[in-house]
């Protein structure tokens, strides 16, 4: 795959909360694609964090896509908010939905892209009958709730395994479905993991550790040794 269809996707988990607008805006500006946004309810996952009261406050903060990524039980309620506050993408845990197409439904007539989050152990087959309702499928490489967690190197297969499907799905149907890793990704693993069909890549404190060091919070060293590891997969 050309390089330039890579998608960074900065998780702003790891980010400085004291000035999450400019760290939003920073990022973008220092190369990234997508603004990762992670939803945790302390139900779903045992942590809590951003709501679309936040999403909409860094809406003006950048024209990049906002990703964001429910880890809340129940599902659907929330979906209208999110579309309000300016979201692009929303993805969600089909074992924390009662009726997995009906979530999905309500995200895409509403103008965002959807898509769903497969947790470790989560089966892959929840996709098979809902493949027209999706835009993106986001595997996770750690169990959900923190950042800064290690990769779980069975989700390679995994990856393996869910390309195949979206591959099969893109020669029947023509359209792509994007497929997002999420967990652990750095500059030592992302070209692997490039390797196994990944074209998205979550990364939250590989990406805003290494900012805090550099000047006035720039991003570009770490999202550029990023890009140059993905233009060796
Ligand atoms: C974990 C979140 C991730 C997390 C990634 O539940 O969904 O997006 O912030 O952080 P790193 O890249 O530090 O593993
Ligand atoms: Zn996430």
Request: glycine share 8%; proline share 6%.
């Amino acid at each position: 795959m050309p390089a330039n269809d890579y998608i960074i996707a900065p998780s702003i988990l790891s980010a400085n909360f004291s000035c999450l607008g400019d760290e939003v805006a920073n990022v973008i500006a220092s190369g990234a694609d997508w603004i990762h946004f992670d939803v945790m309810d302390n139900h779903y996952v045992p942590n809590l964090t951003i709501g679309p009261l936040v999403c909409e406050a860094i809406r003006p903060c950048t024209e990049a896509p906002i990703d964001v990524h429910l880890m809340v039980k129940p599902v659907d309620r929330i979906i209208p908010d999110f579309v309000k506050a300016g979201a692009n993408i929303i993805t969600f845990h089909p074992e924390a939905s009662e009726h997995v197409d009906r979530s999905l439904s309500l995200i895409r007539d509403a103008g965002c892209q959807a898509g769903l989050v497969f947790n470790p152990a989560t089966p892959l087959d929840y996709m098979d009958y809902v493949m027209d309702k999706i835009d993106v499928i986001l595997l996770m490489s750690v169990n959900p709730g923190f950042g800064g967690q290690k990769f779980i190197p069975g989700t390679l297969a995994k990856a393996r395994a869910a390309r195949a499907k979206l591959d099969a799905y893109e020669k029947e149907s023509g359209r792509r479905i994007r497929l997002e890793i999420d967990g652990g990704v750095n500059t030592a693993n992302i070209a692997e993991i490039a390797r196994a069909g990944v074209d998205a890549f979550v990364a939250g404190s590989a990406v805003y550790s290494a900012g805090k060091a550099e000047d006035a919070h720039r991003y570009d060293s770490i999202i550029g040794a990023l890009r140059s590891e993905l233009a060796k997969a």
